[in-house]
Nanobody
Framework: QVQLVESGGGLVQAGGSLRLSCAASGRTFINYIMGWFRQAPGKGREFVAIISWNGGRTYYADSVKGRFTITRDNAKNTVYLQMNSLKPEDTAVYYC??????????????????WGQGTQVTVSS
């Protein structure tokens, strides 16, 4: 499995921006599709965005499309989530996840084998 460590969370006012980072180690980074998920209090873990091994394909949840951007730097074994125009409903713990690239793309958390510890994002109104 790949080990993942997130950073960059915090408290921000509505309309503000944050950039999350996720550093990977332990396996060949380019063999993995990388994703971001989030979990708000009392809710299940939900898909936010995923990115293919070379960044050529990206997919977003409708709720964040146009506001969030997922990118990756394979030279640094790092994936990023740029979050703009943040809303109070974006408040959640954000998790980085990795799924071995077998050519298929899934939005379901159960298809991701490695997870980070999570980073809290709080958006105040």
């Amino acid at each position: 499995q790949v080990q993942l460590v997130e950073s960059g969370g915090g408290l921000v006012q509505a309309g503000g921006s944050l950039r999350l980072s996720c550093a990977a180690s332990g396996r060949t980074f380019i063999n993995y599709i990388m994703g971001w998920f989030r979990q708000a209090p009392g809710k299940g873990r939900e898909f936010v965005a995923i990115i293919s091994w070379n960044g050529g394909r990206t997919y977003y949840a409708d709720s964040v499309k146009g506001r969030f951007t997922i990118t990756r730097d394979n030279a640094k074994n790092t994936v990023y989530l740029q979050m703009n125009s943040l809303k109070p409903e974006d408040t959640a713990v954000y998790y980085c996840a990795a799924s071995f690239d077998d050519g298929s793309y899934s939005y379901h958390p159960s298809d991701f084998s490695s997870w980070g510890q999570g980073t809290q994002v709080t958006v105040s109104s």
